[in-house]
């Protein structure tokens, strides 16, 4: 029965996590680095539904808070009509830098997903991880490596394509195009 | 000489942590935890000048993301078409939280000014330092304490003020009205 609902929940985990990564290829389509996010608002016995949708837009933007998480944080609260989103679950194709897993402990984000970690710069676990620190009046609980296979490829595939359009160029890859994964 | 440039500095960062004392008093005018941001942009031997301004509206726009400090870099980036903001001073007359501190990292935000700090939510210090943080791309200067009791007493005068309320409605301050000084 245990596993059962384990399964049950890894199918419904990636279901979402697949729209994610439908959302990362977003990013992609417009060059930037391939991170995307949803929210799930489910409360009580009430159907799950999307109630936030995001990509990482920094460049297209030229803002820093383009990130997909911020963006689905964003748009859940608009959906919400509240600053809290405790009855929802992200989910999220690159573990979070320091801003967007901040901003999922301010929101009071009940659960996240993750698919990739980073350990370069991630901090849910990997530099820092700001969901699980008892001084902070919120936690969020934490599901790591749903689909990460597929996550890590579209970012890996991404790079490689950069690393190739540079050299033909003869130009390296800048610093900022490396440190979001 | 050394003195007086350090006069010089406290000068002017005196008269912008009072320009962000006066969003902060916008902050309280809405009744919310009065938290205000300026941001100064200062190239080469350009004039520095204002280029985003905020304060906290995070009950009235129903957002975690109407953070001071976030409103201001939002709008500092419109301002110069960047997410890159190299080049800016941070005024603030509350030590950030783990969103905003990891917002001014993200943004690259070069100096940063604080007023009082926060003992139980901060991360410029406090709970953590993400502004200096060797595994993090980007470091930030920080002064504390410019105007501190001044910053101090706006959120000192809030609470009282709130509690005084809360009393006479027998209703006891919520956590969330706590948590952000």
């Known amino acids: 029965m245990k596993k059962k609902e384990t399964e049950e929940n890894n199918g419904t985990d990636n279901r979402y996590m697949k729209q994610a990564l439908a959302q990362a290829k977003k990013a992609l389509a417009l060059g930037e680095v391939p991170i995307g996010c949803v929210i799930v608002f489910r409360a009580g016995t009430t159907e799950a539904r999307v109630i936030g949708r995001g990509y990482n ?10 990130h997909a998480e911020i963006t689905a944080i964003r748009r859940a609260s608009k959906a919400l009509g509240d600053w809290r989103l405790e009855d929802c679950t992200l989910y999220v194709t690159l573990e979070p830098c320091q801003m967007c897993a901040g901003a999922i402990v301010q929101a009071r984000v009940a659960r996240v997903v993750i698919g990739a970690m980073n350990p370069k710069a991630g901090c849910a676990g990997s530099i820092y991880n700001l969901f699980d620190e008892p001084r902070f009046n919120h936690r969020v609980e934490t599901v790591y490596g749903v689909m990460k296979e597929e996550c ?3 970012l890996k595939q991404f790079f490689t ?16 195009e490396c440190e979001d994964v």
Chains 1, 2 share one sequence.
């Open 152 to 154: 890590a490829a579209v």
């Open 161 to 176: 394509d950069l690393r190739i359009r540079r050299k033909m160029n003869r130009k390296p890859l800048q610093e900022e």
């Open 57 to 66: 837009r920094r460049n297209t933007d030229h803002s820093t808070l383009s």
